[in-house]
């Protein structure tokens, strides 16, 4: 199973139960079939944004806020999904465009989006595509090269 299946999984257990540790949710994936470390899921919950909330019983359960934009995402946050998931990165006038992996161009998007730098005016996410609109004082060659180094290929 990818990354992206299993966070995919992550995602619909943590709608589905109220999960208030790592343990349980590593658990609640073994259960089905899915062997991973609590390292993993770690990782996991944080490239998803999970943050704890107060749930009905006043236990604190794993939730992953369904605006994700509102919460700024620290920049080691961002060097590792973009480390993990940008294979190349190109430049025309004030875009930039990234390749990733089938099915991972959102993860990146959301990670950009989320980390509230001005140079970004916007995201678009295909399947392994993501476009990236570069404010018009720095350019896309400054943007790209700046994604470069956040993702290691420079």
Same mark, same amino acid.
């Given at each position: 199973?990818?990354?992206?299946?299993?966070?995919?999984?992550?995602?619909?257990?943590? !709608?589905?139960?109220?999960?208030?540790? $790592?343990? $349980?949710?590593?658990?609640?994936? !073994?259960? &089905?079939?899915?062997?991973?470390?609590?390292?993993?899921?770690?990782? +996991?919950?944080? +490239?998803?944004?999970?943050?704890?909330?107060? *749930?009905?019983?006043?236990?604190?359960?794993?939730?992953?806020?369904?605006?994700?934009?509102?919460?700024?995402?620290? &920049? +080691?946050?961002?060097?590792?999904?973009?480390?993990?998931? @940008?294979? +190349? @990165?190109?430049?025309?006038?004030?875009?930039?465009?990234?390749?990733?992996?089938?099915?991972?161009?959102? @993860?990146?998007?959301?990670?950009?989006?989320?980390? *509230?730098?001005? $140079?970004?005016?916007?995201?678009?996410?295909?399947?392994?595509?993501?476009?990236?609109?570069?404010? &018009?004082?720095?350019?896309?060659?400054?943007?790209? $090269?700046?994604?470069?180094?956040?993702?290691?290929?420079?």
């Amino acid at each position: 199973m990818s990354k992206a299946q299993r966070q995919h999984r992550i995602t619909a257990l943590l !709608e589905g139960h109220a999960v208030t540790s $790592q343990a $349980q949710l590593t658990a609640l994936l !073994e259960a &089905e079939g899915l062997d991973t470390t609590q390292a993993t899921v770690s990782r +996991d919950l944080d +490239d998803l944004g999970a943050i704890k909330v107060r *749930g009905p019983g006043g236990e604190t359960v794993y939730a992953i806020p369904e605006h994700p934009v509102d919460r700024i995402a620290p &920049e +080691d946050h961002l060097r590792r999904v973009m480390s993990d998931w @940008v294979a +190349d @990165v190109n430049h025309s006038l004030n875009l930039v465009v990234l390749r990733t992996p089938p099915g991972s161009a959102h @993860v990146v998007g959301s990670a950009l989006d989320r980390a *509230g730098m001005s $140079q970004i005016l916007g995201t678009v996410a295909g399947d392994d595509t993501l476009i990236v609109v570069a404010a &018009e004082d720095i350019g896309g060659a400054a943007l790209a $090269q700046r994604l470069r180094v956040l993702a290691g290929l420079d």
